[in-house]
């Protein structure tokens, strides 16, 4: 009764932290502007099927892809024996699914160890990689520091987690009478124990249950703190992905208007909206005037920096990256919502993701190819902030390089981009003889 009570007052308070952290998270991403994703609903359902449970952008680099594919089967599988170690302190049990299970449970908890052993498998693999820093992506500048302790941390705790599980199995497995056959993975590493007392092994498997049962609490709550977080949010971004071909644009019906009447002033153009219609604002200078969706892309990035390798603006040296755009956006975020906490909504720290943590310079390096949104396993779109933020600074802030400058105003006075009266369009179809 004792162990019980500890363990359901263990689990209420890990459980409450980790919804109070996703509260907060949940409202810093409505921050963001009101958008509407609704439609083609059977289209999303497949699209998540396909990119976010079958990882079918994972395996376009088929290494990693591999050992992502067996971390991601063995969290998910693995999950079913936590379920058990959960109602068996709820409970006061002991192995509950073995009652309903009978034979088929060894075979059940074999398999989940020799997934164990893959997860552990892959993880080391992965550490080897970052330690390495092969390939070069994961040892960008951008990932030192917490970036980098934060994926190493977290791959060591798997690491800690499955030893304990297999740990725990183990000492039950060398017990005199065990009350389970023993398991496949776990009976090889039982004969450590031999000539341990049953009073020991007792201890060991209590013990390495409770910390398999903690770490997994907590575990739990430093997700919403870290990169892994992905893990709660891929599903989701995935579902509210941008079905729309890429390269296609948003345009502002106000502005749309006034181009098509600069085009053509004798065209009928719809009636000039009502003052209620009009854009507060152009484009985003700070994360809340972004769209929920792009601020849940914030939360989604994995920080595996594919959408940066295959960026030509980086290849070639410049100041752009986006995966430095999507962190930015998050860390921007984290910050508002911190000072939210600490001031209240209307607090203005006088900073914005604009100027403080994404430069012009990066912004206009970008060639709009859409390379990053293709390479992103979670269909993530730092394109679509990017753009946003140049938005800010040419309708808001009148700031663009000088070339589109002189672009601009040749649409503007000649209805083209080039420097010539429109009629004089015609004259290169003029022979000299």
């Given at each position: 009764?004792?162990e019980?009570?500890?363990?359901?007052?263990?689990?209420?308070?890990?459980?409450?932290?980790?919804?109070?952290?996703?509260?907060?998270?949940?409202?810093?991403?409505?921050?963001?502007?009101?958008?509407?994703?609704?439609?083609?609903?059977?289209?999303?359902w497949?699209?998540m099927?396909?990119?976010?449970?079958?990882?079918?952008?994972?395996?376009?680099?088929?290494?990693?892809?591999?050992?992502?594919?067996?971390?991601?089967?063995?969290?998910?599988?693995?999950?079913?024996?936590?379920?058990?170690?959960?109602?068996?302190?709820?409970?006061?049990?002991?192995?509950?699914?073995?009652?309903?299970?009978?034979?088929?449970?060894?075979?059940?908890?074999?398999?989940?160890?020799?997934?164990?052993?893959?997860?552990?498998?892959?993880?080391?693999?992965?550490?080897?990689?970052?330690?390495?820093?092969?390939?070069?992506?994961?040892?960008?500048?951008?990932?030192?520091?917490w970036?980098?302790?934060?994926?190493?941390?977290?791959?060591?705790?798997?690491?800690?987690?499955?030893?304990?599980?297999?740990?725990?199995?183990?000492?039950?497995?060398?017990?005199?009478?065990?009350?389970?056959?023993?398991?496949?993975?776990?009976?090889?590493?039982?004969?450590?124990?031999?000539?341990?007392?049953?009073?020991?092994?007792?201890?060991?498997?209590?013990?390495?249950?409770?910390?398999?049962?903690?770490?997994?609490?907590?575990?739990?709550?430093?997700?919403?703190?870290?990169?892994?977080?992905?893990?709660?949010?891929?599903?989701?971004?995935?579902?509210?992905?941008?079905?729309?071909?890429?390269?296609?644009?948003?345009?502002?019906?106000?502005?749309?208007?006034?181009?098509?009447?600069?085009?053509?002033?004798?065209?009928?153009?719809?009636?000039?909206?009502?003052?209620?219609?009009?854009?507060?604002?152009?484009?985003?200078?700070?994360?809340?005037?972004?769209?929920?969706?792009?601020?849940?892309?914030?939360?989604?990035?994995?920080?595996?920096?594919?959408?940066?390798?295959?960026?030509?603006?980086?290849?070639?040296?410049?100041?752009?990256?986006?995966?430095?755009?999507?962190?930015?956006?998050?860390?921007?975020?984290?910050?508002?919502?911190?000072?939210?906490?600490?001031?209240?909504k209307?607090?203005?720290?006088?900073?914005s993701?604009?100027?403080?943590?994404?430069?012009?310079?990066?912004?206009?390096?970008?060639?709009?190819?859409?390379?990053?949104?293709?390479?992103?396993?979670?269909n993530?779109?730092?394109?679509?902030?990017?753009?946003?933020?140049?938005?800010?600074?040419?309708?808001?802030?009148?700031?663009?390089?000088?070339?589109?400058?002189?672009?601009?105003?040749?649409?503007?006075?000649?209805?083209?981009?080039?420097?010539?009266?429109p009629?004089?369009?015609?004259?290169?179809?003029?022979?000299s003889?």
């Amino acid at each position: 009764m004792v162990e019980q009570v500890l363990f359901i007052l263990m689990l209420t308070i890990g459980v409450g932290f980790f919804v109070r952290s996703i509260g907060k998270i949940r409202r810093n991403i409505f921050l963001g502007r009101p958008l509407q994703i609704n439609d083609r609903k059977p289209e999303r359902w497949k699209t998540m099927a396909r990119v976010a449970l079958g990882q079918s952008k994972m395996v376009v680099r088929p290494v990693a892809g591999f050992f992502h594919i067996l971390i991601y089967v063995g969290f998910v599988l693995i999950n079913i024996e936590v379920l058990e170690i959960v109602l068996d302190g709820i409970t006061g049990s002991h192995r509950l699914f073995a009652v309903y299970l009978g034979g088929f449970y060894a075979i059940a908890i074999g398999f989940f160890e020799i997934l164990a052993v893959l997860v552990m498998l892959a993880c080391i693999v992965f550490l080897a990689r970052r330690i390495s820093g092969s390939p070069p992506r994961l040892s960008s500048s951008q990932l030192k520091g917490w970036a980098n302790t934060d994926a190493l941390l977290i791959l060591g705790i798997e690491l800690v987690l499955m030893t304990a599980l297999l740990l725990m199995n183990a000492a039950e497995g060398a017990m005199p009478g065990a009350e389970v056959a023993p398991f496949l993975v776990s009976s090889l590493i039982s004969p450590l124990f031999s000539g341990v007392s049953a009073e020991t092994l007792h201890w060991i498997e209590r013990l390495a249950w409770w910390f398999h049962a903690a770490g997994i609490l907590g575990f739990l709550n430093y997700l919403p703190f870290s990169k892994h977080f992905h893990i709660v949010l891929a599903f989701p971004n995935v579902w509210y992905s941008n079905l729309e071909p890429k390269g296609k644009f948003a345009n502002h019906q106000a502005v749309k208007r006034e181009v098509e009447l600069m085009m053509n002033p004798e065209a009928e153009v719809q009636a000039a909206p009502a003052e209620s219609e009009l854009p507060v604002k152009f484009g985003a200078k700070d994360v809340q005037d972004l769209s929920w969706k792009q601020l849940l892309d914030a939360y989604s990035c994995t920080e595996c920096g594919r959408c940066s390798s295959e960026c030509p603006a980086h290849q070639t040296g410049k100041l752009l990256s986006p995966r430095k755009i999507m962190m930015d956006t998050r860390d921007r975020l984290e910050e508002v919502g911190r000072n939210i906490d600490a001031h209240g909504k209307e607090y203005s720290d006088g900073k914005s993701l604009l100027g403080d943590f994404i430069t012009e310079e990066e912004l206009w390096a970008c060639t709009t190819c859409n390379a990053c949104t293709q390479a992103c396993p979670v269909n993530i779109d730092p394109l679509s902030i990017i753009m946003d933020l140049r938005r800010e600074l040419v309708l808001e802030q009148s700031k663009a390089p000088g070339s589109l400058t002189a672009m601009f105003n040749n649409v503007e006075n000649n209805a083209a981009p080039w420097p010539f009266s429109p009629s004089d369009r015609g004259n290169w179809r003029q022979t000299s003889h």
